[in-house]
């Protein structure tokens, strides 16, 4: 599902125009969006918690030339499912 089918599906499901819906949906990412930057985490109950780790720095490896290669620490968003998000 892409963001436009998010949208018509969002607006179908809660009884609102598209054009309400795209705004709800942007604010949310946007929120999202501006609490990951400040390294927090936004958790959904039920749905999953989406947080901010530190990935540590590693060798690797170039396929192409075969040469170890330092791989430099960064953050990286992921997302925590929650237990009951399948059922």
């Known amino acids: 599902m892409n963001k436009v089918e998010l949208i ?3 607006a179908e499901k809660a009884g609102m125009t598209k054009v309400d819906a795209r705004k709800a949906i942007d604010a949310i990412m946007d929120v999202t969006k501006e609490e990951l930057k400040k390294d927090g985490k936004v958790a959904l109950v039920g749905f999953g ?6 990935r540590p720095a590693r060798q690797g490896r170039n396929p192409r030339t075969g040469k170890n290669i330092k791989i430099a620490a960064k953050k990286v ?11």
């Open 8 to 10: 018509a599906a969002v």
């Open 49 to 54: 918690t989406i947080g901010i780790t530190e």
């Open 77 to 87: 968003v992921k997302f925590k499912p929650a237990a009951n998000i399948l059922k």
